[in-house]
């Protein structure tokens, strides 16, 4: 009985430690969307706060430079790698600074 009384707990804490993450899309952004893909979850990682995108097919991309520096230990890859030509100037990449904002808000320790 004891045990059967402790698996709605075990089972509500286990939804606690999930990952904050944010859904965003191509489709809410129109021309402005800067990435390749054309949707994402945006998430962040403590300590430093990591920016980080994950793609459809599971791919974890940094967008910031405290991502960058942890990207090769923890099998990352660079998010300027999905980013889109910038039309308007020839040669660079299209910002994607508000998604990096945004994903480091989802980080507890973030105090942006």
Known sequence: ?????MLPVLLALAGCG???TESISQAEYGAKWPFTVEKAELLCQDGPPSALVRTGDGKLYALNGSARS????NGWLDGRSISKPNPSVPGTSMDYSEFTERAMKLC?????
Do not use: D, I, N, V
Not at 70 to 73: G, H, I, L, T
Not at 108 to 112: L, R, T
């Open 1 to 5: 009985m004891r045990y059967c009384l």
């Open 108 to 112: 507890p320790s973030y105090a942006g």
């Open 18 to 20: 999930g990952e904050k």
């Open 70 to 73: 942890r990207a090769s230990q």
